[in-house]
């Protein structure tokens, strides 16, 4: 059975797209732009092993703007990263304006 690592992080401040040329320029990733009925417009990124990271702001536009994840509620960008390299979780934690936040 494998076990996987999860983090939450989010911006207070910021538009999706800022947030993304932050987190591209940190890491030396691409992005890649998505859009879907459940997250809106957001950003993916798929490694190696099964990491993963999806970056997407915290409402819905549809929904007049109401907060996808309250426990988050100041926070108006989201980034979700599962088996992220420790030195990745480390610079994402050192970029400006990000908060670690707990997990659900």
């Known amino acids: 059975m494998s076990s996987h690592t999860f983090v939450t992080f989010g911006w207070r401040s910021g538009s999706l797209d800022d947030r993304?040329?932050?987190l591209q320029r940190a890491l030396d990733v691409?992005?890649?732009?998505r859009d879907?009925?459940?997250?809106?417009?957001y950003y993916?990124?798929?490694?190696?092993?099964g990491a993963e990271i999806v970056l997407q702001e915290n409402f819905i536009e549809a929904d007049d703007g109401l907060r996808?994840?309250?426990q988050y509620s100041e926070h108006v960008v989201l980034?979700?990263?599962t088996d992220l390299a420790s030195s990745w979780?480390?610079?994402?934690a050192r970029l400006e304006g990000v908060d670690r936040l707990p997990e659900d």
């Not at 691409?30 to 732009?33: A, I, Q, R, V």
């Not at 979780?89 to 994402?92: A, C, K, P, T």
Request: glycine share 18%.
């Open 68 to 70: 996808c994840y309250d």
């Open 36 to 41: 879907s009925l459940y997250r809106g417009e």
């Open 30 to 33: 691409e992005l890649e732009p």
């Open 44 to 49: 993916r990124w798929d490694g190696a092993d």
């Open 89 to 92: 979780v480390e610079r994402i």
């Open 20 to 22: 993304g040329g932050q």
């Open 79 to 81: 980034l979700f990263g």
